[in-house]
């Protein structure tokens, strides 16, 4: 089994990647750190607390991370995505465990440290927490098995400007430094992501199985279907964060090219847009593992297969 760490910022699809690495018999989640992105830290928090509940899933611990942007002030969250409650309104029970004593930061370091070589660390939302790790204890690079994250978009339009997508602009600033620290990182970004989208017949087959957790997370999906609805002519919505999680379940999912990405953080137009450096001679060496394509259709049913457990 592969030892994996969730960073989420507990949004629909941030939730939809728990229950998937969750029920994957490939992955074993040692713990899930929280950040801010969709909604703050302390919603994400208690967000991933709630989905961890509905799954019968308590016993993984959840640690608090960053609640704001490593240089920069906190700005604009996704609730007309994720909701105002970042799970699409859908209203689950008030947790009844509670975030582990310890800071996000500091349990990356000694997890890290505690599984040489054997942990990857799968980031769906602002990369705050990765930063500051490397920060207090740059010994990890070295230690760490892969660093899987969903985020940027290299080959294709972003999502939060024209140019950016919404993880990386949550801290530009802390992408770039996890960027260029040295970690092992594949990059899963909009580029393969917009091409794995959940489409609406699916969720009445998750309705027909009639269970709670596959009407909350019909509703969910529904009122994120409904929101990509409004921003462009696509037939469901992007499995950003899943598609992250099924890298490290089966790498042949996507076909990545290695090559040197920087993140603009100039605070110009092009603010937070992961720039590849696609030429055939590169200015410098590679540093992470970019995906440009994915085998959507095996994705997607695998996902389908495994979401919602038994
Ligand atoms: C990413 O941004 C968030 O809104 C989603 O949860 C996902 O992590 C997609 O750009
Ligand atoms: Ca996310």
Redesign the pocket.
């Known amino acids: 089994m592969e030892k994996i760490i969730l960073d989420v ?1 507990t ?1 629909i ?2 939730a939809l990647a728990i229950a998937y690495a969750v029920h994957s018999p490939a992955l074993e989640v040692c713990g899930i750190t929280t950040t801010f ?2 909604i703050t830290m302390e919603e994400a928090t208690r967000n991933t607390l709630q989905v961890l509940e509905l799954l019968d899933a308590s016993m993984i611990p959840v640690y608090q991370g960053a609640s704001k942007p490593i240089v920069r002030d906190l700005t604009g969250k ?1 609730r007309l ?2 909701g105002e409650n970042g799970l699409g309104n859908v209203v689950l029970p008030e947790p009844s465990t509670t975030a582990q004593p310890q800071c996000a930061t500091q349990y990356l370091i000694s997890a890290i440290k505690e599984h040489p070589h054997e942990l990857t660390i799968v980031t ?2 602002s990369m705050t927490n990765l930063a500051r790790a490397i920060m207090a204890a740059p010994e990890i690079v070295s230690l760490v098995k892969r660093v899987v994250v ?1 985020g940027g978009a290299v080959t294709v339009p972003g ?1 939060r400007t024209p140019v950016a ?3 990386i602009c949550a801290d530009p600033e802390a992408a770039a430094y996890v960027f260029q620290s040295g970690i092992p990182v594949t990059l899963v970004g ?1 580029d393969v992501t917009m091409q794995t989208l959940l489409t609406r017949e699916y969720l009445q087959e998750w309705r027909a199985t009639d269970t709670r957790l596959s009407h909350v997370f019909a509703d969910m999906c529904e009122v994120y279907m409904n929101a990509y609805a409004t921003v462009g002519n696509l037939r469901g919505c992007g499995l ?2 899943p598609l992250a999680v099924g890298v490290v379940i089966d790498p042949t999912f996507v076909k990545s090219v290695p090559m040197h990405v920087a993140v603009d953080t100039s605070g110009g137009a092009s603010d937070a847009r992961t720039i590849g450096d696609r030429r055939e001679h590169p200015a410098q060496p590679p540093n992470v593992d970019v995906c440009l394509e994915v085998d959507h259709e095996r994705f997607v049913s695998h996902f389908l297969q495994n979401v919602l457990g038994e």
């Open positions: 910022d949004g699809d941030d992105g969709n996704a995505f994720h769906v939302g969903m999502n997508e919404a993880n909009l950003h964060d």
